[in-house]
Nanobody, 121 residues
Framework: QVQLVESGGGLVQPGGSLRLSCSAS????????MAWYRQAPGKQRELVAR???????DYVDSVKGRFTISRDNAKNTVYLQINSLKPEDTAVYYC???????????????WGQGTQVTVSS
């Protein structure tokens, strides 16, 4: 059974930074493309960053230059470094393995509990 456990969120001021972690178990982690999603209050969950098995990355435009996704296959962990935080980054952040569908990417496994990021002065 696959488990995804996110951590590292918190309350930060605008312009601050956070490093989120997602520990995965029950899967051969290195074989999977991994992604970070976020869900803001009243909005749909959106994929914000993705890292494929060879380490290549991509991001939605709204986070490019501020978010960095990385992975440590030896630790079965994917990270999201978030810099220059903005109030609109406030959301619950989740990770998941993803696979390609005709409209983009879709999550593979059940969601973890997520980690709350709140950006406020």
């Amino acid at each position: 059974q696959v488990q995804l456990v996110e951590s590292g969120g918190g309350l930060v001021q605008p312009g601050g930074s956070l490093r989120l972690s997602c520990s995965a178990s029950g899967l051969t982690f290195s074989r999977y493309d991994m992604a970070w999603y976020r869900q803001a209050p009243g909005k749909q969950r959106e994929l914000v960053a993705r890292i494929i098995s060879d380490g290549s990355t991509d991001y939605v435009d709204s986070v490019k230059g501020r978010f960095t996704i990385s992975r440590d296959n030896a630790k079965n962990t994917v990270y999201l470094q978030i810099n220059s935080l903005k109030p609109e980054d406030t959301a619950v952040y989740y990770c998941n393995a993803v696979f390609r569908v005709h409209t983009g990417w879709a999550p593979l496994f059940s969601w973890g509990q997520g980690t709350q990021v709140t950006v406020s002065s």
